[in-house]
């Protein structure tokens, strides 16, 4: 597929799981669709938890609230470590 015509924001797929903020798009295969709305929450989400303003446990039930889906503990923490480095 020629990049051009991938639409800003979209992300190769790279195994079965999809992350969280994406979701499928039937009509460019091989690539995954943001949801905007839940990548901000994320965002707002993983920078409290990683200035220690809230636990993870507080993370999920908010990303749960505003967004209607589930996220593990462990999948947060994987993905504050990814973005914003392991805490020592």
Do not use: C
């Not at 979701?23 to 460019?28: C, P, S, T």
């Not at 709305?37 to 993370?59: C, K, M, P, R, Y």
């Amino acid at each position: 597929m020629d990049l051009n015509l991938v639409p800003d924001g979209y992300i190769k797929r790279k195994t079965s799981t999809i992350p969280f903020g994406y979701e499928l798009d039937d009509n460019i295969k091989g690539y995954l669709k943001p949801h905007p709305e839940e990548l901000e929450v994320l965002s707002e989400v993983s920078e409290s938890v990683s200035a220690g303003e809230i636990s993870l446990g507080v993370g999920v039930d908010w990303l749960e609230y505003e967004t209607g889906k589930k996220m593990s503990r462990m999948g947060l923490k994987k993905h504050v470590d990814k973005v914003y480095g392991r805490k020592q």
